[in-house]
C-alpha cells in the first residue's frame, strides 16, 4: 500500500503504524505533499518530470511500486515461477496509474533533469 500527504518524519511514521495495525505493508517510501508537486502536476506532467533533487523521491517510490506489481504477478501465475517476458511500458503505466514517460524513466534509468 502506499500513501501520501505526509509532511513530517512523524506523520509518515504514524502512518506506516497505522498501516501495520491495519494488516496492510507499506512500501518504502513516500511520496510527500510538496508545492512543488502540485506545480509540475498543474503544468500536466507527472511528478517524476520534475528536478533530480524533487522528482528522486517519487523514482524511489515508483521502483517499489513495479517490484509490489510484478512480485503480485508472480503469486497470481499458476505453473510460471517466474516473471513475464514482456510488460509494456503502456500496460504497465495503466496498472500503476501513473503516465508513459514514467515508466521510461524508470525502465531506462533515467532521472529527470531541470529545463
Known sequence: MRFAA???D???AFARDY???AKCRALPGELREKKAFADLQNLGQ???EGPASLSREAHQLIQAM???VLLLERKHEV???YPPDYVSAET???RLDCSRSTMV???DGAVARDG
Open 105 to 107: 524513466y524508470v525502465r
Open 6 to 8: 505526509s509532511t513530517a
Open 66 to 68: 513495479l517490484g509490489s
Open 46 to 48: 507527472a511528478v517524476t
Open 10 to 12: 512523524a506523520d509518515a
Open 79 to 81: 505453473g510460471r515461477p
Open 19 to 21: 498501516l501495520k495495525h
Open 92 to 94: 504497465l503505466a495503466y
